[in-house]
Every structure is written in structure tokens, then in C-alpha cells.
């Protein structure tokens, strides 16, 4: 084996195979003949990767490894580790796409070679991308060497889908990878706090601002700057150096090209700004949240506390101050905020300053799950820096798009319908921020509302804004209470047509038994895990649908084209999963590159979590959408499987019971082990029929509940607001 040779642990080459942990060390205990650990700790082992490929080949459990999983392969097993490798990749990327024939003529040569030459090339390209003080140090000869391998393999992805596309998947995947390591802002987040950032539509046809130059004094991974449309001048600051340097090469890489001026720092923003004489036209920032440690003590007489000395606690203002102090006059700061710092006391003197000052001109408030922390519902604060000859702005536009669910219903960063948030937000802010605005702006009860900035000066200078918008209508005022009660007449009349009969005595069944792990082996049917992809062009399915029984209700970032079925896929994980005598094991989470997983009628879908009997059946209404995570998708043949008779049987209670582990503090379901009868299909269609009837009376028990409770709440709400009168 080759001293430089990649490792890849067991989890990797479970990836490889398409199969679960389980199955790879049961191929460990089964044969010879598999390649032996050339590192890693006894419990956590490494293999070379190239004998792992050929074992897995000669096995017929590997046709061929895909270009960019063997470069991820190589990237995980950098001595150096993960970072330093994708950042050696992100500058072999920039070369191979600014100076494509000198990396053709560098790879040309021995390894030994090219890491002698590559010092030169990358720090030419380096240089003339990010200048001086640039956050990307040239790697030197000793450091490349142990990369080259896994620099032609990049080299190679990049010929196959483009330099951006490459970084972007390995860079995608190293973030998926560490969820807990990065702060992430989501792409929908991005966007919206981007718009906002936007000079006003008249301010834009005037030529006003032609420039656009923008500032993220807190990058993290540059997913704000990446969403900037037509910048001219990009500035960023990070405090972490690794992070600093794979972003400066995502957004170099994300650019047209070197018109574009970039710049990328690192250090600590409030105690050391990296561009403390720089104002630009807007400034994004997703700060970090609840700091203590700030440089309260350090930076008391700093110049940039134009509107207040934050107290200890009020790190977000300081960052709010910073992003007001780096702006030209009339440009625009848009910053992620916590709820708390709406409200707090300790802040309020500074939100007083910036309302009578006009600096402060919109609070956004998001739904829960729009970034982390996913639990709690965020802020956006727009900022205006104010003009020496204009007017302090009168008004504060509080926006709430939290729609009012009923109890229950699914919230979190999954079924977030980000298109609807951001229509939701620019049909406010658009015209509360058109040039020479007259006319007072429409006022929207429950999400929209241009506040005097008088009636919040008072002593809480409390600016959530939940607080100062006139309710909602009542579930639509006494006509809607009348057709909510009328639809639950209706839908109570219909649960007790579907009422069960009464049950008649029978006696105890002795069949014989078989496992869904072993109805798979014989290809009866296929068994997979949601990803959580959806294509972007799909609805997902998730735990909670299934759950509750309502329709699919989440949304996943596009990255890939859907993919029209499972059963390729699923035969190619249960084949290897039968030759090594287990069943394939649940998937990994879903990456940025996850296929979707869309279902099909007839499809059985099962929870992973929570340990309960539950199982749906996919109907023409469900069809299409993608399998969510947490979810496991039962495709019976229908030559050999009823799926409600199958659904039916595996919401036995006694059979959850058996198939669920206690392994950690949450119960998890093993498909493969719940157990189904040997019965002829016209058998299991008579049960089939008895399961179908009782689902029915469920989802009619469902939906009766649902609008008893949308009744009652609106009821008790009409009648507190004057909107029904209590008759």
C-alpha cells in the first residue's frame, strides 16, 4: 500500500456500499479475506481506501466508487484532517479555474514534482484574488504533498461538474458532516436578509447607488455574501482562521470573476475590526448570540457606541452599532437578531436612541425553525444609516410572519415555506421604504404595521413586534366560526357512519411469522430510509405527517433533480445487505447532494423514532412527494404483499414493542425486525380491507378533532374581540 494512501473508517465504506454500519462488520466477522485496520483506535478502525474498493469489487458489492464520494473519501482521510484538505482543494479549484492550462501542465508531473511546483502557481493566483492580509496562506511544498493524490482527483471533479459545483459539494458535505462545528444561515434566510439589503426600487432607476459594495463583519460560511446579487466590492471578517479561509474560497470561487474586489480577514470584529475605515453601501450580518465575553472591558470609550455603551449582556447591540458605523450615509444594515434583544431592559436606552435618531427602521420577526437556534423565533433588525440633511423617520415597521398554527401542528426549519416568508416581509417593507413616500402604508392585522416611533417611547421601548399589531380576525370573523361548525357537523356525521361494528369474539391465532427484514432478502419488498431531499421541485413527508395523518407539509433545500424511484437504489442495499446476512442499515443524514426519495402509492411509511405502532399508507394524494428523515419507506411487490394488511400488522402493539431499542434516551424503531403473517394474498386482502376501514375512522377522528379545537380557540377569540357577540 502507498505510504500516502487514504483511509476511510467503517462508516465510510458503509457509504460506499450503500449499506449500514451493521453489515460492515458483519462482512469484518464473516470473511478472511477483508482488508485489515492500517490505523485508528481498536474501536473506531481505518482501512486503506484502495484495498477497501477492490475487497468490495471482487465481492460484486461495488461496481465502481463515484468520482466525487472517492474524493470525499480521500478529503475525510487527509492526514492533515478534513479542513486542511479542503482548503488545499479550494486553491487547486481557484487555479483550475483562473489559469486552466498551467494546473494541465502542473499535473503533467510525479507527485514529488507537482508539489514542488504547485507553491508558486497557488500563491500567484492567491495573491492576485484576495491581496494583501488575505485569510488563504499559500500552502508550502511540505504541506501539498500528501494532498497531491487527492489534488488530481479534484482536479478531475472539476472537469467532470465545474470548479464552483466541486467546492461546493465537498464544502456542502464538510458542513453536513460536523453540524454542531459551524453556525449555519439557511440559503432561504440569506436571500431574504439579502433583498432587504436592496437600495429602494426608485433609489435603483434614479442611478443613486450604482455601487454596491458589502460587508459581513461575522461570515461564518459566507452564505450572506454568497446571496448578494451583483456586488462590486465584497468585505468579510471572521474570527475563525479555518473558516475565514474556506470561505474566501467559496466566495472567490461563487464569483463571475476577478472584477469582482473580494477581501477576507481574520480576527476578533469588535475587538480588532480589519477594516476600521471602511463604509460601505450595505452590511449583512448573523452575529453570535448571548456573548459575554465581547470586549465589554476593553472597549468602553470606543467610537462606534454612537447610539449607547451596550451593557454586558447587550453583545447584539454592539454588533448592531458596528454594522451602523461601517455604513455610508442612507446605506443599509440588515442584522439577525434574538427576540430578547427586542425587549430587554438592559437595551433599552440604545433602541431609544436608534428609533428618535431614525437608524432603526423595521423588526422582522420569523417563524420558529428559520435558523439556529431552530426552537426560537428570530429577528430581523433593518438599519438605515441616517443623513446629515434628512428628517429622523417617524415610523418603525414591525412585521410578525408567524402564521397562527393549531395545537400540534409541525413547526421547525422543515416545513418552512420560505417563498411565502419572503413574499410575506417585501410586500411590507417595499413600500414603507419607497422614495418620497406620502401615503401611509396598508396595515395588515396579525403580520404588518407601520408604528409612530412616539407611541414606542415609553419606558419598555419594547419593539416585538407581536406587541404592537392589531389581531387577526377571529378564525374570519362569525361567517368562517359558521362554516368551521358546519364542516365539523359534517365531518362527525361521517365518523360515526365509519364507526367499526362491534367486535365479534375470536379465538387466539397461532400463524406462522416472518420479518420484514426477511420479506426484503427475498424481494418482497424494498426498504428505505428518507433522506430529506426533495429536489426542489417536491413536497416532503415528514415525521410529524405521518404521525398526526395530514398531508405533507415540508420543504428541504433543492440540490439534486428528484429521483422517480427507490427500487434500484433499495435493491442494491437489501442485495448486499442479503450476501452478508443483514438487511441494510438505516441511512446517514442527509447531505447537501441527498437524493430525494419520492414516493409512490401503495408505499408503507414507518417513523424511526418514538418507538410507537404507526404505519400509512401512501395514497394518490401523498404520491409524489419525498420521503422525510426519521421515516422508513416499506415498498411491497403487490404480486406478494397487501400494503394495508402489511400497514395493519405492523401497528401491533406487541410488535412495535419488539422491533424498538433503548440503546440512547429515545426509542428507535427497527423495521427489520417487526413481523408480518405468512397468509395467501387473498387472505391478507380481507385484513387489508378491515385495516383500510379502521384508517379511515382515524382520519375522520383526526380531522373532527382539528376542527373542534379550530371552533372552540375561534370562538373564545371572537367573543374577547367584539367579533361575535355572546348570543
Known amino acids: 500500500m502507498p505510504e500516502n494512501s487514504t483511509e476511510v473508517t467503517a462508516a465510510g465504506i458503509a457509504r460506499l456500499a450503500g449499506v449500514g454500519r451493521a453489515a460492515v462488520s458483519n462482512w469484518r466477522r464473516r470473511h478472511a479475506d477483508f482488508p485489515k485496520p492500517v490505523g485508528g483506535t481498536e474501536a473506531s478502525p481505518s482501512f486503506a481506501l484502495p484495498e477497501v474498493e477492490q475487497w468490495l469489487r471482487d465481492q460484486g458489492k461495488l461496481a465502481e466508487v463515484p468520482l466525487r464520494e472517492r474524493v470525499w473519501q480521500q478529503l475525510t482521510g487527509h492526514p492533515g484532517g478534513a479542513v486542511t484538505a479542503l482548503v488545499h482543494a479550494g486553491c487547486a479549484l481557484l487555479l483550475v479555474r483562473d489559469r486552466p492550462t498551467a494546473w494541465l501542465e502542473i499535473t503533467a508531473v510525479s507527485d514529488a514534482r507537482m508539489a514542488g511546483v504547485l507553491p508558486g502557481a497557488l500563491d500567484h493566483v492567491l ?19 500528501p494532498s497531491v493524490p487527492l489534488l488530481r482527483a479534484v482536479g478531475e471533479l472539476a472537469a467532470e461538474s465545474g470548479a464552483r459545483q466541486a467546492f461546493d459539494f465537498l464544502f456542502g458535505r464538510q458542513l453536513d458532516a460536523n453540524p454542531r462545528q459551524y453556525t449555519l444561515t439557511p440559503p432561504g434566510l440569506a436571500e431574504l436578509m439579502a433583498d432587504l439589503a436592496e437600495p429602494p426600487r426608485g433609489a435603483r432607476q434614479s442611478g443613486r447607488h450604482p455601487s454596491r459594495t458589502v460587508l459581513d463583519p461575522a461570515a461564518g460560511t459566507g452564505a450572506l455574501l454568497r446571496a448578494v446579487g451583483r456586488p462590486t466590492a465584497l468585505y468579510a471578517q471572521e474570527t475563525d482562521p479555518d473558516l475565514a479561509a474556506l470561505t474566501a474560497l467559496r466566495l472567490a470561487l461563487h464569483a463571475g470573476g476577478s ?66 458605523a461601517h455604513l455610508r450615509e442612507g446605506g443599509t444594515a440588515v442584522v439577525l437578531m434574538p427576540p430578547a434583544a427586542a425587549s430587554r431592559r438592559s437595551g433599552r436606552r440604545i433602541r431609544a436612541d436608534l428609533l428618535r435618531r431614525g437608524a432603526l427602521r423595521a423588526v422582522i420577526a420569523l417563524p420558529a ?15 438605515r444609516k441616517p443623513g446629515s440633511e434628512q428628517p429622523p423617520a417617524p415610523e418603525l415597521l414591525v412585521v410578525d410572519t408567524a402564521e397562527p398554527e393549531p395545537a400540534g401542528a409541525p413547526t421547525g426549519r422543515d416545513r418552512l415555506d420560505w417563498p411565502a416568508v419572503r413574499a410575506a416581509v417585501l410586500d411590507a417593507w417595499t413600500p414603507f421604504d419607497a422614495p418620497g413616500r406620502r401615503e401611509p402604508v396598508e396595515e395588515h392585522p396579525g403580520t404588518s404595521r407601520a408604528v409612530p416611533v412616539i407611541e414606542l ?12 399589531l392589531p389581531p387577526r380576525a377571529a378564525g374570519g370573523g362569525a361567517a368562517e366560526l359558521v362554516r368551521v361548525r358546519q364542516r365539523l357537523d359534517d365531518t362527525l356525521k ?33 426498504l428505505r430510509t428518507g433522506t430529506g431531499a426533495s429536489g426542489g421541485t417536491a413536497r416532503v413527508l415528514t415525521e410529524h405527517d405521518v404521525l398526526a395523518g395530514t398531508a405533507p407539509s415540508g420543504t428541504a433545500p433543492s440540490g439534486t433533480a428528484p429521483s422517480g424511484t427507490a427500487a434500484s437504489t433499495g435493491t442494491a442495499a437489501a442485495g448486499a445487505a442479503a450476501s452478508s446476512g443483514a438487511a441494510a442499515g438505516p441511512a446517514h443524514t442527509a447531505s447537501p447532494d441527498a437524493e430525494p426519495l419520492l414516493l409512490e402509492e401503495g408505499d408503507v411509511v414507518v417513523p424511526v423514532l418514538g418507538g410507537g405502532s404507526m404505519a400509512r399508507v401512501v395514497d394518490q394524494a401523498t404520491a409524489g412527494a419525498a420521503l422525510g428523515r426519521n421515516l422508513q419507506l416499506l415498498r411491497p411487490d403487490p404480486a406478494a404483499l397487501d400494503p394495508w394488511f402489511l400497514a395493519g400488522f405492523l401497528r401491533a402493539t406487541a410488535n412495535s414493542r419488539q422491533a424498538s431499542s433503548y440503546a440512547s434516551t429515545a426509542a428507535r424503531l427497527d423495521a427489520r425486525r417487526l413481523q408480518v403473517p405468512r397468509l395467501p394474498l387473498d387472505e391478507q386482502r380481507r385484513y387489508g380491507e378491515q385495516f383500510s376501514a379502521l384508517a379511515a375512522f382515524e382520519d375522520a377522528l383526526r380531522t373532527a378533532g382539528r376542527l373542534g379545537g379550530q371552533l372552540v380557540q375561534g370562538m373564545y377569540d371572537g367573543l374577547t374581540e367584539g367579533t361575535v357577540a355572546p348570543e
Not at 417611547?457 to 404592537?468: E, M
Open 127 to 145: 495573491a492576485d484574488r484576495f491581496g494583501e492580509g488575505r485569510a488563504v496562506p499559500t500552502p508550502t511544498e511540505q504541506e501539498l504533498l
Open 259 to 324: 472584477g469582482e474586489a473580494l477581501a477576507v480577514r481574520t480576527g476578533d470584529t469588535l475587538r480588532a475590526d480589519a477594516f476600521p475605515r471602511l463604509t460601505v453601501d450595505a452590511v449583512l450580518c448573523h452575529p453570535p448570540f448571548n456573548e459575554r465575553n465581547w470586549g465589554h472591558d476593553e472597549l468602553a470609550y470606543d467610537p462606534r457606541w454612537e447610539y449607547g455603551f451596550p451593557a454586558r449582556t447587550e453583545s447584539e447591540l454592539a454588533w448592531v452599532q458596528h454594522a451602523l
Open 457 to 468: 417611547l415609553d419606558d419598555d421601548v419594547d419593539l416585538a413586534p407581536a406587541r404592537h
Open 494 to 526: 361521517l365518523t360515526s357512519r365509519l364507526t367499526p361494528p362491534p367486535a365479534v369474539p375470536g379465538e387466539p391465532a397461532r400463524r406462522p411469522f416472518t420479518t420484514v427484514g426477511e420479506l426484503a432478502r427475498a424481494g418482497a419488498l424494498h
Open 369 to 383: 425553525g428559520a435558523a439556529p437556534p431552530y426552537g426560537i423565533p428570530l429577528h430581523i433588525w433593518v438599519l
